[in-house]
């Protein structure tokens, strides 16, 4: 069975500043990666997704991320962030054998200090 | 755009009462999706449907049924609702493998 962990629960960064979050996955074979963003109140809208090919995949509202298979990791960056990035971020992995069904880490809780 | 609906953003219920949480999407999507959402640890899949009157196990069916009578419909039904099934619930709907999920906006269930 897959699974995905979210090292950080909590991350607090200056607007403009850069962000990194982390995501590692764990499926024996490729799998189909998400970020999805939660701000409060709401639910959860899809960042960026890579099934295959190229390794950086850009997403909506100036994020990216970059699938490292040797490293089983998916994280996501921004080069500045904005007092509105503040929000709960989701990783989630799809197995290729496994329907539709996604697997998602615990979130991370970014806050934006002005 | 893909529109997924839920019923109710808030509930309260007492322990031991039926509680129905009804989602609706209009994108004709084959697969639904419940999930709960606890904080630190993400979303937990219900149950999920493939098809009309079609249902499967999630990680964390216990106290919960679902109920897929139309394709646009998906309904999760806590037979006697206790407190710890005070949570997040979320919706979502996909098309075909590998599609993205899109998510409805919550019902926040609090259960006294």
């Known amino acids: 069975a897959q699974s995905v962990t979210q090292p950080d629960i909590h991350i607090t960064v200056s607007e403009g500043a850069s962000l990194e979050l982390r995501c590692n996955y764990s499926y024996g074979a490729t799998p189909y990666l998400f970020w999805y963003v939660q701000s409060p109140g709401q639910g959860l809208q899809l960042l960026l997704k890579?099934?295959?090919?190229?390794?950086l995949v850009q997403g909506i509202k100036g994020f990216e991320a970059e699938f490292k298979r040797s490293q089983s990791s998916f994280n996501l960056r921004k080069p500045s962030v904005h007092w509105s990035d503040a929000a709960e971020y989701f990783c989630?992995?799809?197995?290729?054998?496994?329907?539709?069904?996604?697997?998602f880490g615990g979130g991370t809780r970014l806050m934006v200090k002005p | 755009d893909v529109k997924v609906t839920q019923s109710s953003r808030y509930l309260v219920k007492r322990t031991g009462e039926k509680v129905f949480l009804e989602c609706v999407q209009d994108?004709?999507?084959?697969?639904m999706f419940w999930y709960r959402q606890d904080p630190g640890l993400g979303l937990r899949l219900i149950y999920f449907?493939?098809?009309?009157?079609?249902?499967e196990k999630g990680d964390i069916p216990e106290g919960y049924s679902v109920s897929r009578e139309k394709k646009e419909r998906f309904s999760l039904i806590l037979e006697s609702a206790s407190t710890n099934q005070t949570s997040m619930y979320l919706c979502a709907s996909t098309g075909g493998w590998g599609d993205t999920q899109y998510f409805g906006p919550g019902t926040r269930l609090t259960v006294l």
């Open positions: 989630a992995v799809g197995a290729t054998n496994a329907g539709n069904m996604l697997t």
């Open positions: 890579y099934f295959s090919g190229d390794t």
């Open positions: 449907s493939y098809d009309v009157k079609m249902k």
């Open positions: 994108m004709d999507h084959e697969n």
